[in-house]
């Protein structure tokens, strides 16, 4: 029985501090974030699977200028932050924000650092916002 794909569950989850992906039941390939169909074999048999927060940095990028969002939290040119995609112990790929760097000296984050994944409440709202540091 396929079940329900969808960014408002991936949402609900995170709420709950859960990270969860798809896996295709066809071909048991892994998306992070979920997708409700399967870009391997095009199947649409998919089943939440819960990721174990745990990976490794792929790539990363600091940046100094990011959306008003970020302006809001503090962040501006004096004060870049980092997004990196971070490869999971299960396979996947995904973007996230990077705490616990130095964004101010990209030089010192270095590519393959382990990181577990952590979740930053934004202020004013309840929306969880998931970050990886160093592990
Ligand atoms: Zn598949």
Known sequence: MAQLISDHQFEQFLREER???SECSSCGSLFVPPR????KCQGT???WSEMSGK???AAFTCIAIGPPSMTEEGYDRN???CTG?????EGPRMVARIEGVDA???ETIKIGTSLMMKYLQRTGDQESVLAFAPA
């Open 19 to 21: 990270l969860m992906g």
């Open 36 to 39: 409700a169909r399967c870009s």
């Open 45 to 47: 048999g998919m089943q």
């Open 55 to 57: 990976g490794r940095l």
């Open 79 to 81: 004060n870049p932050y």
């Open 85 to 89: 995609v971070i490869e999971l112990e």
């Open 104 to 106: 101010q000296k990209p």
